[in-house]
């Protein structure tokens, strides 16, 4: 596509209810990053694919978090057990080889848990 | 760990000045220093990167300088216009995964 496309723009959801978020990359880029942005705050790294595969987990901040990609496009991040604190917009962004350059962010999907 | 402090937080400038954000990392082993501009409800928009092989790039009223000693970068606008405001991220990154982001600064020009 065009850009990168995120799904859904917007979720509320109730406390301890599992959320699922999509990230639709560019066509062709093989690396694709989730982010969080907390109110007023800066982007927290999640996790990153390169390909299917994930060599950097390291931000995902406890194991109610997890995310796939599969067929080297569609990635999805998971919440389970949602608490208000995961309250955030969740970013995804891609890039054409995860070679530092040319990140492209989507408009994000804005959790609320309530 | 790895580290970006990007002040300030909050900057006004009358239209027609320049506003300069400034960025500090920690990660010597940084090489690609991205700037996005973040406007309300939409995600950052790249307008402009360096390369650590670089110490400055110019696009129109734009400008991003680089100290690699010093481990600084700065964003440099000049001629504001009141479409600028918005909230600015600096980035650093290895060249390869993940951006770490500072903390935003939200510039507010005035007409």
């Known amino acids: 596509g065009a850009g990168v496309s995120q799904s859904p723009s917007n979720k509320v959801t109730e406390k301890g209810k599992d959320v699922e978020l999509r990230c639709d990359p560019i066509?062709?880029?093989?690396?694709l990053y989730w982010y969080r942005q907390s109110l007023g705050q800066g982007l927290e790294f999640l996790i990153y694919?390169?390909?299917?595969?994930?060599?950097?987990k390291s931000g995902l901040p406890s194991d109610r978090f997890s995310a796939e990609r599969t067929g080297g496009s569609v990635s999805t991040l998971t919440i389970q057990r949602t608490q208000q604190e995961d309250s955030a917009v969740y970013l995804c962004a891609s890039s054409p080889q995860g070679q530092g350059g040319d990140y492209t962010f989507g408009s994000g999907t804005r959790l609320t848990v309530v | 760990g790895e580290n970006v402090e990007q002040h300030p937080s909050t900057l006004s400038v009358q239209e027609g000045d320049s506003a300069v954000i400034k960025c500090t990392y920690s990660d010597s082993a940084s090489n690609y220093f991205p700037w996005y501009k973040q406007e309300l409800g939409k995600g950052p928009q790249l307008i402009i990167d360096i390369r650590s092989n670089v110490g400055e790039k110019k696009d129109q009223r734009i400008a991003v300088t680089l100290n690699k000693t010093a481990k600084h970068f700065s964003l440099h606008i000049t001629e504001t216009q009141p479409e600028d405001s918005a909230v600015y991220f600096c980035a650093a990154s290895r060249g390869g995964g993940k951006l770490i982001f500072g903390q935003g600064t939200e510039l507010s020009v005035k007409p």
């Open positions: 694919f390169q390909g299917n595969s994930a060599p950097d």
């Open positions: 066509s062709g880029h093989t690396a």
